[in-house]
């Protein structure tokens, strides 16, 4: 027994430095600049200092094409990158006790929100961010989802980009991050014939967006939003849900059954409802190439024309 006992003392000892290391970079990590710290210290600090009347959540359409400083009312853009309907509706429990002057939600629907989930999407790999930094689980749960030390390369690029990521996350832009200039992707000139076998740009991103299990996502969604729609009623806030403009080739290439199912739902609920909207601009002819900085998100002069166009429907629901 006193052997076992020396043995074990002996690999506790020998694993402290290890212990001690991984202490130590999980601290600094969580002490790294990232979009999710910038965007809950801009949203917390305006919260305290400013009514909210709209709120914008969604991904990364959103967070790209939305311009808080368009808006006649104070607005905060809580949009991210690859945020799923899941960390839309968490935000929006998490916040619902501190925007007490909240009169519209206005929340980003695409095919891609109601069709996919985190677990089938390889490229989203953000689930632990929302945990670790607003204490938002993601289910199944996974021990990795709360530690930085599991996910290096995040903490890699946070470390020599955290400079241009404070610019980006700058507390007057409100949460939202402009796209300045377009992508080289969509100056080529390019032929798109809406068949399979077609090699434009916008056939390339919709097959980065496909859900493996269709089915098992729209009903996990669908069940989200009637979470957020519950929510919204019990803090008398009227939801808008947008559809965001996309380019021809984009939207050619996207399945027209769950294009159309989306939308189906989407008017229902609004003819349903007198306190939920739905704003359809996919395909606003008013939108053209300049606008966009690549095959479905707006660069920023087009994020301009897309904040005035939502800003003013606001405006009229607003009014009636």
């Known amino acids: 027994m006193k052997d076992l006992n020396q043995l074990v003392l002996k690999v506790c000892l020998y694993l402290l430095p290890l212990v001690i290391l991984a202490a130590g970079i999980e601290y600094t990590a969580r002490h790294l600049p990232n979009s999710y710290i910038l965007k809950k210290e801009c949203f917390e600090d305006y919260l305290d200092k400013n009514k909210l009347e709209v709120l914008i959540l969604g991904d990364s359409h959103v967070l790209h094409g939305l311009d808080p400083r368009e808006f006649s009312m ?19 429990k998490k916040y619902r006790n501190q925007m007490p002057d909240l009169k519209y939600l206005v929340l980003r629907v695409g095919t891609r929100a109601f069709f996919c989930q985190i677990d089938d999407t390889p490229d989203m790999k953000q689930a632990y961010e929302y945990t670790i930094y607003y204490g938002i689980d993601h289910v199944p749960w996974n021990i990795e989802n ?11 690029k946070r470390l020599f980009g955290a400079k241009k990521m404070r610019e980006e996350y700058e507390p007057s832009l409100l949460g939202y991050v402009p796209h300045l200039t377009q992508d080289k992707s969509i100056t080529k000139e390019y032929v798109c014939t809406g068949k399979p076998d077609c090699n434009c740009p916008g056939l390339r991103r919709v097959r980065t967006h496909l859900p493996t299990k269709p089915e098992e996502g729209w009903a996990a969604n669908t069940r989200y939003l009637e979470e957020i729609i519950q929510i919204c009623r019990e803090m008398d806030v009227k939801l808008v849900l947008l559809h965001c403009p996309c380019m021809d080739c984009y939207r050619a290439h996207q399945n027209e059954e769950q294009t159309e199912h989306l939308r189906t739902l989407c008017r229902s609920l609004a003819a349903e409802n007198k306190d939920i909207y739905f704003l359809d601009l996919l395909d606003d002819p008013d939108f053209v190439k300049d606008d966009y900085y690549d095959v479905n998100h707006l660069r920023d002069i087009g994020a301009q024309k897309f904040s005035k166009k939502v800003n003013d429907y606001l405006l009229r629901i607003d009014g009636q």
């Open 74 to 92: 104070n607005a905060f853009n809580m949009a991210e990158d690859g945020q799923f309907l899941e960390y839309d509706l968490g935000l929006l």
């Open 146 to 156: 709360h530690l930085e030390i599991f996910h290096i390369r995040g903490i890699e």
